[in-house]
């Protein structure tokens, strides 16, 4: 059996970073579209409204490799459209994303606090990945793996689409050597370092992971790195990747993370962020063996966490 055809590339170009929307007309067996104007209704009606969806046809910005499409167009299964989405003004984050290193297959971004890794919910141009395809002219440039929003540090991008699959099966299998630092309460009664494993579930909808009994499905180790004003620094090791998972850890040793709106306490969502208070956890060092070069990389954040002094 023949598999799907490879889409065209797209007509359009990215607008502030972003790609547009790439729709292919599904099989109809039951004759329900009769034109292009009908699917589309039934599809985006209700996530960007019919208004909204007549407005696009009229304004001739739903394309096809053949340019403007009439919603009055036989509808043809298979058959590939294109549009870019309208988006809500954005607060922009104002610190910059810092470039650590670059090549003709990486760039590892030093992502600051606030800022998403990649287009998601209300934050899509300001995010890691428009920005720097817009600053540095790499309009293909994709995410190799993903950090928190909250979370400042070291981002793997790739810049060919093609070794993409390579880079992201290091963070799958677990060869990349992640360091994080972070800055919580300090306890002297704490016995560290110590190696925490337990089972963390993160429901969809629902802001705050939590711990449960059950097999365990994350591992971290936690090291202390020094304390001054009842404040420790704090070197984190994570061995997998689960969601908010050094988050958790910290807080079930009873240390949550300083400027945490989810642990111990969920605040509201929704409200207006504070740049003034960043979480502070950093992601300092990426460590792996290059899988298109064979090089051995080392890469370190530049970025300090505020809540920790400098000298």
């Known amino acids: 059996m023949r598999g799907r055809a490879k889409p065209p590339p797209s007509p ?13 007309l599904p099989e109809d067996p039951d004759g329900r579209w009769a034109t292009v104007r009908g699917h589309l209704l039934a599809r985006f009606a209700g996530a960007i409204g019919a208004d909204r969806v007549e ?14 499409v009439s919603g009055d167009e036989p509808y043809a299964a298979g058959r590939y459209l ?14 910059p994303v810092g470039v650590v290193y670059r090549d003709e297959h ?24 428009a920005r720097l395809r817009r600053d540095l ?22 810049v060919r689409p093609r070794e993409r699959g390579a880079y992201q099966t ?17 306890a002297p009664g704490l016995a560290l370092p110590r190696t925490v494993r337990s089972r963390i579930v993160k ?23 020094g304390h001054r004003e009842g404040l420790g620094r704090y070197r984190l090791l994570p061995a997998t990747g689960r969601t908010h998972q050094l988050r958790v850890h910290m807080k079930g040793l009873g240390l949550p993370l300083v400027h945490d709106p989810l642990y111990p306490v969920v605040l509201p969502d929704g409200a207006p962020e504070d740049f003034s208070r960043p979480l502070q ?17 080392r890469f370190e954040s530049g970025l300090r966490l505020s809540a920790w002094p400098r000298g």
């Open 12 to 24: 359009l170009p990215q607008r502030d970073g972003v790609d547009p929307v790439r729709v292919r």
């Open 106 to 129: 990486l760039v590892v971004a030093d992502k600051p606090h606030f800022l998403a890794t990649t287009p998601r919910g209300r934050h899509i141009t300001e995010t890691a990945v």
């Open 137 to 158: 002219d790499l309009p293909l440039l994709q995410p190799a793996h993903r950090l928190d929003r909250l979370t400042a540090g070291l981002v793997l991008f790739v």
């Open 55 to 68: 407005a696009l046809l009229a304004g001739g910005r739903i394309v096809s490799t053949a340019g403007p």
């Open 82 to 95: 294109w549009f870019h989405r309208d988006f809500a003004p954005e607060e922009p984050v104002p610190f």
């Open 170 to 186: 290091l963070f799958r299998d677990r060869l990349v050597r992640k360091e994080y630092e972070a800055v919580a309460p300090y």
């Open 203 to 225: 429901e969809r909808g629902v802001l705050a992971a939590r711990e449960e009994p059950g097999e365990p499905n994350s591992e971290s180790r936690i090291e202390l790195l």
């Open 281 to 297: 956890l950093l992601a300092r060092v990426l460590e792996f063996t290059d899988p298109v070069t064979g090089e051995p990389h």
